[in-house]
């Protein structure tokens, strides 16, 4: 995905995704263009089209050297079924404002929403 500098085709291009399917945040909206920002806050344009509506999240915890638990239930009592590092995306299926049940490549379950940049605190998703 081709990050520009401001919402046409006439400004530089900023830097290129290439993973697909990294979750960023729309700040602002300009016709067709779209001011994204990601995890570490870099912000730029891109072509709404370029966009998917599939959420998506990205583990971020304070420590990079953590692991992330992924459980089997929305409760840290029931048994782990991943563990998971830093920078680890997954499609969110749902949130319920402190848990989201997430999947990804070769895991599923449910993980602590504090736990995922892609979902605001507190968001619930259906």
Not at 18 to 34: C, K, L, S
Request: charged share 25%; with cysteine; proline share 3%.
């Amino acid at each position: 995905m081709t990050v520009r500098g401001g919402p046409d085709k006439d400004h530089d291009v900023a830097w290129i995704y290439t993973r697909v399917g990294w979750p960023v945040e729309i700040t602002a909206e300009f016709e067709n263009w779209r001011r994204i920002r990601d995890c570490d806050g870099a912000e730029g344009w891109v072509y709404h089209a370029l966009l998917s509506g599939k959420r998506t999240a990205a583990v971020q915890l304070k420590n990079k050297t953590d692991l992330a638990s992924v459980y089997q239930a929305p409760d840290a009592h029931s048994s782990v079924e991943a563990r998971l590092q830093v920078g680890v995306l997954a499609t969110v299926k749902h949130c319920n404002g402190t848990w989201c049940q997430i999947s990804g490549d070769g895991f599923g379950g449910w993980i602590e929403q504090s736990a995922l940049w892609g979902v605001y605190p507190g968001e619930k998703i259906e």
